[in-house]
Nanobody, 117 residues
Framework: QAQLVESGGGLVQPGGSLRLSCSAS????????MAWYRQVPGKQRELVAA???????NYADSVKGRFTISRDNAANMVALQMNSLKPEDTALYYC???????????WGQGTQVTVSS
């Protein structure tokens, strides 16, 4: 059974940093594109960053230069390093695993990130 478990969220002051981690089990991790999405109440879930099975990355314009996504296939983990955090980064962050051009897709339960002074 596929499972994604996020950790690392919390409360941080503006300008601070957080590192989110997502541990995957029950999937062939190396073939999945791994991504982080975020959602605030009343808004659609949005893509923050993704890393393909081949290691290529893409980022939302709003986080470019501040966030870094990375994956460790040996450990079945994907991380999101978030620096220079802003109040508008406050959201529930979700880990996502998807095989491109297939119906195979899984979500974690989410971890809350709050940026506030």
């Amino acid at each position: 059974q596929a499972q994604l478990v996020e950790s690392g969220g919390g409360l941080v002051q503006p300008g601070g940093s957080l590192r989110l981690s997502c541990s995957a089990s029950g999937i062939v991790f190396s073939v999945y594109t791994m991504a982080w999405y975020r959602q605030v109440p009343g808004k659609q879930r949005e893509l923050v960053a993704a890393v393909s099975a081949f290691g290529s990355t893409n980022y939302a314009d709003s986080v470019k230069g501040r966030f870094t996504i990375s994956r460790d296939n040996a450990a079945n983990m994907v991380a999101l390093q978030m620096n220079s955090l802003k109040p508008e980064d406050t959201a529930l962050y979700y880990c996502n695993a998807k095989v491109v051009r297939s119906a195979l897709e899984f979500w974690g339960q989410g971890t809350q990130v709050t940026v506030s002074s």
